[in-house]
Protein backbone atom coordinates (compact mmCIF):
# COMPACT_ATOMS: atom_id res chain seq x y z
CA UNK A 1 0.00 0.00 0.00
CA UNK A 2 1.76 3.64 -1.17
CA UNK A 3 1.51 5.81 1.78
CA UNK A 4 2.77 9.70 1.60
CA UNK A 5 2.93 11.35 4.81
CA UNK A 6 3.67 15.40 4.45
CA UNK A 7 5.46 17.73 7.67
CA UNK A 8 6.41 20.42 8.32
CA UNK A 9 2.93 22.93 8.09
CA UNK A 10 1.91 26.00 10.52
CA UNK A 11 1.39 29.18 11.22
CA UNK A 12 3.86 31.94 10.09
CA UNK A 13 3.67 35.49 9.77
CA UNK A 14 3.62 37.44 6.23
CA UNK A 15 7.12 37.17 4.81
CA UNK A 16 8.30 33.91 6.80
CA UNK A 17 9.22 30.93 5.33
CA UNK A 18 7.83 27.31 5.92
CA UNK A 19 9.41 24.09 4.46
CA UNK A 20 7.24 20.97 3.36
CA UNK A 21 8.06 17.27 3.08
CA UNK A 22 6.54 14.55 1.83
CA UNK A 23 7.73 11.02 2.87
CA UNK A 24 6.48 8.32 0.98
CA UNK A 25 6.39 4.02 1.08
CA UNK A 26 5.63 1.14 -0.22
CA UNK A 27 6.10 2.17 -3.67
CA UNK A 28 8.38 0.14 -6.08
CA UNK A 29 10.65 2.17 -8.52
CA UNK A 30 10.28 5.61 -9.14
CA UNK A 31 7.56 8.09 -9.09
CA UNK A 32 7.35 9.53 -12.52
CA UNK A 33 6.01 12.86 -10.81
CA UNK A 34 6.04 14.11 -7.46
CA UNK A 35 4.21 17.64 -6.93
CA UNK A 36 2.73 19.41 -4.40
CA UNK A 37 -1.40 20.73 -4.50
CA UNK A 38 -3.04 23.42 -2.28
CA UNK A 39 -6.84 23.84 -1.43
CA UNK A 40 -7.96 27.27 -0.04
CA UNK A 41 -11.59 26.82 1.88
CA UNK A 42 -14.49 27.10 -0.82
CA UNK A 43 -11.76 26.86 -3.85
CA UNK A 44 -10.97 24.21 -6.00
CA UNK A 45 -7.59 22.14 -5.91
CA UNK A 46 -4.56 23.98 -7.38
CA UNK A 47 -1.13 22.76 -8.53
CA UNK A 48 1.88 24.68 -6.68
CA UNK A 49 4.72 22.60 -7.91
CA UNK A 50 6.02 19.60 -9.34
CA UNK A 51 9.06 17.60 -10.48
CA UNK A 52 9.30 15.08 -12.92
CA UNK A 53 11.80 12.40 -14.21
CA UNK A 54 15.28 11.49 -13.72
CA UNK A 55 16.69 14.72 -14.67
CA UNK A 56 14.29 16.33 -11.98
CA UNK A 57 12.47 18.53 -14.20
CA UNK A 58 10.48 21.41 -12.68
CA UNK A 59 7.15 23.15 -13.33
CA UNK A 60 5.34 25.76 -10.73
CA UNK A 61 2.55 28.27 -10.71
CA UNK A 62 2.98 31.64 -12.27
CA UNK A 63 1.37 32.83 -8.51
CA UNK A 64 4.55 31.03 -5.95
CA UNK A 65 7.59 31.42 -8.86
CA UNK A 66 10.52 33.16 -7.11
CA UNK A 67 8.87 32.26 -3.51
CA UNK A 68 8.62 28.33 -3.60
CA UNK A 69 11.25 25.63 -4.02
CA UNK A 70 10.48 22.13 -4.70
CA UNK A 71 12.99 19.51 -4.84
CA UNK A 72 13.52 15.63 -4.82
CA UNK A 73 15.69 12.97 -3.54
CA UNK A 74 15.36 10.27 -5.85
CA UNK A 75 16.97 7.69 -3.25
CA UNK A 76 14.21 8.26 -0.82
CA UNK A 77 11.38 9.08 -2.95
CA UNK A 78 10.65 11.86 -1.15
CA UNK A 79 9.59 15.42 -2.05
CA UNK A 80 10.31 18.81 -0.54
CA UNK A 81 8.80 22.46 -0.91
CA UNK A 82 10.22 25.12 0.14
CA UNK A 83 8.34 28.16 1.17
CA UNK A 84 9.62 31.44 1.24
CA UNK A 85 8.62 35.20 1.82
CA UNK A 86 4.66 33.60 2.18
CA UNK A 87 1.76 36.22 1.87
CA UNK A 88 -1.76 35.35 3.40
CA UNK A 89 -2.84 34.17 0.24
CA UNK A 90 -0.63 31.27 0.35
CA UNK A 91 -3.17 29.76 3.29
CA UNK A 92 -4.49 26.29 2.39
CA UNK A 93 -4.11 22.80 3.11
CA UNK A 94 -1.22 21.71 0.92
CA UNK A 95 -0.92 17.93 -0.23
CA UNK A 96 1.53 15.95 -1.58
CA UNK A 97 0.63 13.92 -4.64
CA UNK A 98 2.81 11.20 -6.60
CA UNK A 99 2.37 9.82 -9.97
CA UNK A 100 3.03 6.04 -10.78
CA UNK A 101 3.56 4.14 -14.28
CA UNK A 102 4.80 5.15 -17.31
CA UNK A 103 5.11 8.73 -19.49
CA UNK A 104 8.32 10.38 -20.34
CA UNK A 105 8.63 13.88 -18.86
CA UNK A 106 7.81 15.50 -22.13
CA UNK A 107 4.54 14.13 -21.97
CA UNK A 108 3.92 14.63 -18.10
CA UNK A 109 5.47 17.71 -17.56
CA UNK A 110 2.68 19.65 -19.12
CA UNK A 111 0.16 17.97 -17.14
CA UNK A 112 1.97 18.11 -13.88
CA UNK A 113 0.26 21.08 -12.32
CA UNK A 114 -3.28 18.87 -12.91
CA UNK A 115 -4.59 17.28 -10.10
CA UNK A 116 -6.00 14.18 -12.49
CA UNK A 117 -2.65 13.01 -13.37
CA UNK A 118 -1.92 11.48 -9.84
CA UNK A 119 -2.09 8.72 -8.27
CA UNK A 120 -1.61 9.02 -5.03
CA UNK A 121 -2.66 11.51 -2.54
CA UNK A 122 -1.09 12.19 1.14
CA UNK A 123 -3.96 13.63 3.75
CA UNK A 124 -2.90 17.23 3.71
CA UNK A 125 -0.71 20.02 5.99
CA UNK A 126 -2.23 23.21 6.96
CA UNK A 127 -0.69 26.58 6.12
CA UNK A 128 -2.04 29.21 7.66
CA UNK A 129 0.18 32.68 6.56
CA UNK A 130 -1.24 35.64 9.09
CA UNK A 131 -0.98 40.01 7.95
Known amino acids: QVQLVESGGGSVQTGGSLRLSCASS????????MGWFRQAPGKDREGVAA????????KSANSVKGRFTISRDHAKNTVYLQMDSLKPEDTAIYYC????????????????????????WGQGTQVTVSS
Open 97 to 120: AARGGSGTPAQTLPLALKPSIYNY
Open 51 to 58: VCGRALTK
Open 26 to 33: GYTGDFNC
